[in-house]
């Protein structure tokens, strides 16, 4: 099975990759394909965490409204009454509690073809939230995309998210999620290994050894 079929009965499909990589375009294009050329009913979530935008919206202007939700299991209770075998998109994963996790297997179980989108690393470049989980559950081959780096000049993948606030990079000791214009002034931008630059980032592993 592989991500440019039209629908994959009871498989969950994974795309992976650092922000302004084209992991929502490539969702949306996948929803497309179902429902244009496989006729499929596709139905769009997204976590209600992310406040930027009240569907799934690629860069290249691509939109999608989407159900918001709090926990994974919702996304279950929504579809439980559904019976035809669909597709469903979930964007922004690593947002998501652990119920999405078995939301999933029980979706998976009743034909659903279920194809989740998220970052694979947060801003100190750990694995991020129930990403890894995800990615081991993958029926298909996981698609991981990246940018190019966004230094100027540099050519590498940009395959991790630098976090910056007020322009500086940001402690390794934040908050792990911090939504992009909610406090002082965060950007995320990616980079490559190379120009990532996480301060008190021992620190903050030493402690996660201690704890």
Do not use: W
Not at 88 to 117: T, W
Not at 195 to 202: A, G, K
Request: hydrophobic fraction near 35%.
């Amino acid at each position: 099975m592989a991500m440019n079929q039209t629908f994959n009965r009871a498989s969950l499909e994974v795309i992976a990759g650092t922000m302004f990589s084209g992991k929502s375009k490539a969702l949306l294009e996948r929803g497309h394909r179902a429902s244009e050329y496989g006729n499929i009913d596709v139905y769009y979530f997204k976590p209600i965490l992310d406040t930027r935008d009240k569907g799934i919206v690629s860069r290249n202007g691509m939109s999608k409204e989407a159900f918001l939700v709090k926990r994974g299991m919702d996304i279950f209770k929504q579809m439980e009454e559904v019976r035809n075998e669909s597709m469903i998109i979930i964007d922004e994963g690593q947002f998501f509690d652990d119920s999405l996790i078995y939301a999933i297997q029980l979706l998976r179980l009743k034909g659903h073809n279920l194809v989740v989108a998220g970052l694979d690393r947060d801003f100190r470049g750990q694995p991020f939230g129930i990403m890894p989980q995800l990615m081991a559950l993958s029926d298909t081959h996981i698609v991981k995309i990246y940018p190019v780096c966004s230094i100027e000049n540099c050519v590498e993948d940009g395959n991790l998210p630098q976090r910056n606030r007020n322009g500086n990079p940001d402690s390794a000791l934040s908050p792990t999620v911090v939504i992009e214009g909610s406090s002082d002034e965060i950007t995320y931008t990616p980079v490559c290994k190379s120009h990532h630059v996480v301060p008190d980032l021992t620190e903050y592993i030493n402690n996660k050894l201690n704890e």
